[in-house]
T-cell receptor
Framework: SQTIHQWPATLVQPVGSPLSLECTVE??????LYWYRQAAGRGLQLLFY??????ISSEVPQNLSASRPQDRQFILSSKKLLLSDSGFYLC?????????????FGPGTRLTVT | RKEVEQDPGPFNVPEGATVAFNCTYS??????FFWYRQDCRKEPKLLMS???SGNEDGRFTAQLNRASQYISLLIRDSKLSDSATYLC??????????????FGKGTLLTVNP
């Protein structure tokens, strides 16, 4: 069965510090991978998605970036965090080769920028 | 019109009640529809897909009306454990968006003893 991992689970970082969040998927090959952010009391916002190694599509201009160095690894980064970057960061995967569009989420990283 | 719009809620119901969630979507070309459930401070989890013919999973029934671009979720005999935020989700359409889902803001349900 497929599993998705994210770490760290929680993070408190000062404004201006760098960020690196990691997501890995097990039990599937060549998945589509997604980064979402959910700010307090708000809906899910898609930040980036990737259909393959090195292929990143950005949805929202911001000070965040994403990379996919391996098939089942997706990394979210920032060089300098802003207060507005606080939120719940969720990684998700979707398998290719079947008709459904459903995505499956990791446990998330709760980021507080102080 | 928002891409996916849900009842704003919140809903507070007693145990055993029947509760219905409504959702509308703007793109008539959308093909896939889902309900996700999100517990407080947890990740969203797929509750059920929604098919044109309607589908049922135990106490949960999902309906799709393509003509009205309307999706619903009915929970019968609600349990305390049903307390969560329910998210209406539709696949994005057009351009390079085939890989994406659009999430509604969610409706919070609290089931009270």
């Amino acid at each position: 069965s497929q599993t998705i991992h994210q770490w760290p689970a929680t993070l408190v970082q000062p404004v201006g510090s760098p960020l690196s969040l990691e997501c890995t998927v097990e039990g599937t090959s060549n998945p589509n991978l997604y980064w979402y952010r959910q700010a307090a009391g708000r809906g899910l916002q898609l930040l980036f998605y990737s259909v393959g190694i090195g292929q990143i599509s950005s949805e929202v201009p911001q000070n965040l970036s994403a990379s996919r160095p391996q098939d089942r690894q997706f990394i979210l980064s920032s060089k300098k965090l802003l207060l507005s970057d606080s939120g719940f960061y969720l990684c998700a995967w979707r398998g290719k080769g079947h008709a459904g569009h459903e995505q499956y989420f990791g446990p998330g990283t709760r980021l507080t920028v102080t | 019109r928002k891409e996916v719009e849900q009842d704003p809620g919140p809903f507070n119901v007693p145990e055993g009640a029947t509760v219905a969630f409504n959702c509308t979507y703007s793109n008539s070309a959308s093909q896939s529809f889902f309900w996700y459930r999100q517990d407080c401070r947890k990740e969203p989890k797929l509750l059920m897909s929604v098919y044109s013919s309607g589908n049922e999973d135990g106490r949960f029934t999902a309906q799709l009306n393509r003509a009205s671009q309307y999706i619903s979720l009915l929970i019968r005999d609600s349990k305390l454990s049903d307390s969560a935020t329910y998210l209406c989700v539709v696949n994005s359409v057009g351009g390079g968006s085939n890989y994406k889902l659009t999430f509604g803001k969610g409706t919070l349900l609290t089931v009270n003893p």
